[in-house]
């Protein structure tokens, strides 16, 4: 009884897809597809954009890299070693009372803070589709 059921489905299964017949149209269709990926890699302006977005991407990350390597530094020094770092500032500088740099530090944290939010956004596909719309 199960072979039968099994059989019946098989059937029914098959009697459902209608494949189509590949003929010389699909292969000239993928031929073209191939040379048209052929002729966009030895495209000198699509290259160019490509190496000039690839360097951005490799001094972006060499930027994070270095950033996380002098954080890291930093308190692993103050919280292990117990070593307090302090700068001391040229006589030249005027003198800001603390009140003001607190301002200004937590100002640029929030400019930071949206900036590095617009770009996150801006590279999403919603953020793509946004930017194509107004370009």
């Not at 030895?42 to 930027?63: C, D, G, I, Q, Y």
């Not at 307090?84 to 937590?106: K, R």
């Amino acid at each position: 009884m199960n072979h039968q059921n099994e059989a019946r489905l098989d059937r029914s299964l098959q009697n459902q897809i209608k494949a189509p017949r590949l003929d010389a149209r699909f292969d000239a269709a993928v031929w073209s597809r191939i040379d048209a990926a052929e002729a966009w890699a030895t495209n000198p302006v699509a290259k160019s954009r490509a190496e000039k977005l690839s360097r951005w991407m490799f001094v972006s990350n060499a930027v994070g890299g270095l950033v996380v390597v002098v954080l890291g530094l930093y308190f692993g020094l103050r919280a292990f070693g117990g070593v307090e770092i302090s700068v001391s500032l040229p006589a030249a500088l005027p003198n800001v009372s603390d009140a003001v740099v607190s301002q200004v530090v937590m100002f640029c944290g929030y400019l930071l803070t949206f900036l590095v939010l617009g770009f996150v956004f801006a590279i999403t596909p919603f953020g793509r589709r946004l930017r194509a719309h107004f370009y």
